[in-house]
């Protein structure tokens, strides 16, 4: 059993940035690939970006190329997602989830195919 932590949510201006992390217990983080993912009630749950298990591939939903960067530093079981330039579109529950055999792609596009997963950290993009 994975135990995973979402931090580093909350209330931001457009515009602005937050750094999410996902802390595991249970088991070395450093065996799963990392997805970070977002719902809103209403819309379907969206994959935002993965990595890999060694931090050497990441795989990033097009929408968020270029705002949003996805690391891990497996020495801290740990994962992270920085975003910047917020939009209030971004408004969500984003967690993370992982999963040891799943490439990237896999864990980003696919529906709800991750071993674990996290219960969420709010973001909310508001002036």
């Known amino acids: 059993q994975v135990q995973l932590v979402e931090s580093g949510g909350g209330l931001v201006q457009p515009g602005g940035s937050l750094r999410l992390s996902c802390s595991a217990s249970?088991?070395?983080?450093?065996?799963?690939?990392i997805g970070w993912f977002r719902q809103t009630p209403g819309k379907e749950r969206e994959g935002v970006a993965c990595i890999d298990k060694n931090g050497d591939e990441t795989y990033y939903i097009d929408s968020f190329k270029g705002r949003f960067t996805i690391s891990r530093d497996n020495s801290k079981s740990a994962g992270n997602l920085q975003m910047d330039s917020l939009y209030p579109e971004d408004t969500a529950l984003y967690f993370c989830a992982v999963d040891p055999l799943l490439s990237t792609q896999e864990l980003c596009t696919l529906a709800s195919v991750w071993s674990y997963r996290g219960q969420g950290t709010q973001v909310t993009v508001s002036s």
């Open positions: 249970g088991h070395p983080l450093k065996d799963y690939a």
